[in-house]
């Protein structure tokens, strides 16, 4: 079956514009994380969506950045005004749930989109 | 610090066995991941341990979790060029959050 899908690929823009990213996450699955990963650092979360419940966004770097996600489904995290440091991989992991009384629940990551702010 | 820590690092010859080690701070860690991206794709799960296990086996991997240091390794017996990687390590339930954290992750090279 489909894996989480990630578009674009790749993505160059220019620094002040605005980007769109998209995640298709695994059909069933209820959680749909955002991570940021930059050169020589770990997975940064930024964002977690789970059922209907209200989004944490504790891990979004600042005001500029901002996820939705539709239905349930497809998710778009948007970065308005981009600075050369939002350059880095953004990546879409979904999961059945959480882990904790539940068991643990795996995530399926996306490829990843590629930003680069020049 | 960092919550979770890893070697960035790790260079074996083909055949030999590779343990990447990882470190974590909050005791209350429940599940401890470890993870594998190879170039251009996206993570993938490779084996988890729950915190009150010590130790579990698959197949060529070894995961040992020592609980009272907070550390746990990932053993990779007879390496292969295949698995040259990236390794993250990645725990969840610390403070009773289940969103995982991530290390910064391992690059695994594999030599003939």
């Known amino acids: 079956g489909a894996g989480v899908s990630q578009s674009p690929s790749n993505k160059v823009t220019e620094k002040g514009k605005d980007v769109e990213l998209r995640c298709d996450p695994i059909s069933g699955h209820t959680a749909l994380y955002w991570y940021r990963q930059s050169l020589g650092q770990g997975l940064e979360f930024l964002i977690y969506?789970?059922?209907?419940?209200?989004?944490?966004k504790s891990g979004l770097p600042s005001d500029r950045f901002s996820a939705e996600r539709t239905g349930g489904s497809v998710s778009t995290l948007t970065i308005q005004r981009t600075q050369q440091e939002d350059s880095a991989v953004y990546l879409c992991?979904?999961?059945?749930?959480?882990?904790?009384?539940?068991?643990?629940?795996?995530?399926?990551f996306g490829p990843g989109t590629r930003l680069t702010v020049l | 610090g960092e919550d979770v820590e890893q070697s960035l690092f790790l260079s074996v010859r083909e055949g030999d066995s590779s343990v990447i080690n990882c470190t974590y701070t909050?005791?209350?860690?429940?599940?401890l991941y470890w993870y594998k991206q190879e170039p251009g794709a996206g993570l993938q799960l490779l084996t988890y341990i729950f915190s009150n296990m010590d130790m579990k086996q698959d197949q060529r991997l070894t995961v040992l979790l020592n609980k009272k240091d907070k550390h746990l390794s990932l053993r990779i017996a007879d390496t292969q060029t295949g698995d040259s990687a990236i390794y993250f390590c990645?725990?969840?339930?610390?403070?009773?959050?289940?969103?995982?954290?991530f290390g910064r992750g391992t690059s695994l090279i594999v030599h003939p």
């Open positions: 969506f789970q059922g209907n419940s209200a989004p944490d």
């Open positions: 909050d005791s209350s860690s429940t599940y």
């Open positions: 990645a725990e969840s339930g610390a403070g009773g959050s289940y969103i995982p954290t």
């Open positions: 992991a979904s999961s059945l749930g959480l882990a904790g009384g539940l068991g643990v629940s795996e995530q399926f």
